[in-house]
């Protein structure tokens, strides 16, 4: 069973920083990406940031410049370097770990951004 366990969500004013961080455990054999997405209220879930197994990324448009997705493949983790905070960024954000035929949802981490 795999289980994904993040960290780092929080309250923080508009313009500041957060670090989400993620880490896969279990059977694991082969990841073909892991990342981010949110739930801001109201809305539904969406992209935010994933790195593959081959180390590409990908980043939703309101976040480029702004967030940084890296990893740690020894540890299967991810994480989310979130600078310059919007209030728009408030949200649910979820850790996903993608295998083949399968994927992997953390639990969620509150991010609240104040104006």
């Known amino acids: 069973q795999v289980q994904l366990v993040e960290s780092g969500g929080g309250l923080v004013q508009a313009g500041g920083s957060l670090r989400l961080s993620c880490a896969a455990s279990g059977r694991i054999f082969s990841i073909n990406s892991m990342g981010w997405y949110r739930r801001p209220p109201g809305e539904q879930r969406e992209l935010v940031a994933t790195v593959t197994r081959g180390g590409s990324t990908r980043y939703a448009d309101s976040v480029k410049g702004r967030f940084t997705v890296s990893r740690d493949i020894a540890k299967n983790a991810v994480y989310l370097q979130m600078n310059s905070l919007k209030p728009e960024d408030t949200a649910v954000y979820y850790c996903?770990?993608?295998?083949?035929?399968?994927?992997?949802w953390g639990q969620g981490t509150q991010v609240t951004v104040s104006s």
């Open positions: 996903g770990l993608s295998v083949p035929l399968k994927d992997y």
